[in-house]
């Protein structure tokens, strides 16, 4: 069993599953997200930020999220360095192109690119969350139904509001991310078992549909405060 853990095939079946793992928090994420425009107040989106900070059930979540983070990262590094180590003369572009889409061919370097943006919205979001008195921007409370809790939603939209930059880049991050799940999603499932070609054709499709779904629902966001449908 041990063997089978540290072979590429077995890296591959991890990388897989942190995979499903992430593509099952970014369905939560979205979600949660697409509050901020389903309510100009905020008062949705902070009782759902509320309940996921003081849900007991995330808080456990949360770690083990961060981990499946590091380990997709880590393995989809190493698989990247063996297979360049184990084919150290390039095929010609024209046979890669026609075996494989550009997403497939370069899945590292839009991980890559991904993981950048994570990097700023974490620190834009997530720190200063977590960490009100060593971030930069101070969380004020409100009242929604008789529970005080923090104002993240005027955290949030007012970056949105006031950095077109940011919100480019947010448009951006999606965009890539879409790119990545077009073959991460099928692949993810292919190293699991599901690899005949009635089964990736489907998956390949549905890969796709969701990665599109993800995408534009990510990018209807800033959109949204970018045209000011939100207000002042």
Not at 16 to 24: N, P, Q, T, V
Not at 78 to 105: F, M, V
Not at 152 to 162: H, R
Request: hydrophobic share 50%; glycine share 8%.
């Amino acid at each position: 069993m041990s063997n089978f853990f540290t072979s590429s095939i077995g890296k591959k079946f991890i990388l897989s599953l942190s995979g499903l793992f992430l593509i099952a928090f970014l369905c939560v994420h979205l979600t949660m997200n697409l509050l901020l425009i389903l309510d100009n107040s905020g008062e949705l989106y902070n009782t759902g930020a509320h309940f996921m900070v003081t849900n007991p059930v995330i808080k456990i979540i949360e770690p083990v999220l961060a981990i499946g983070f590091i380990l997709h990262i880590v393995l989809a590094s190493i698989l990247t360095l063996q297979n360049r180590s184990a084919r150290p003369i390039k095929y010609a572009l024209r046979n890669q192109s026609g075996n494989c889409e550009w997403s497939s061919r370069n899945m590292y370097i839009l991980g890559a690119v991904i993981l950048i943006f994570l990097v700023i919205h974490l620190y834009n979001f997530w720190w200063n969350i977590k960490f009100p008195t060593l971030g930069n921007t101070a969380l004020n409370t409100v009242t929604v139904g008789g529970v005080e809790m923090e104002d993240t939603y005027t955290l949030v939209a007012s970056l949105f509001k006031s950095s077109v930059i940011y919100c480019v880049l947010y448009i951006l991050g999606g965009i890539f991310l879409g790119l990545h799940l077009t073959h991460g999603f099928w692949s993810a499932f292919q190293s699991i078992g599901f690899c005949n070609q009635i089964w990736r054709k489907r998956l390949e499709c549905l890969a796709k549909i969701f990665a599109f779904i993800i995408a534009i629902g990510f990018c209807i966001i800033p959109l949204y405060f970018m045209l000011g449908l939100a207000g002042k």
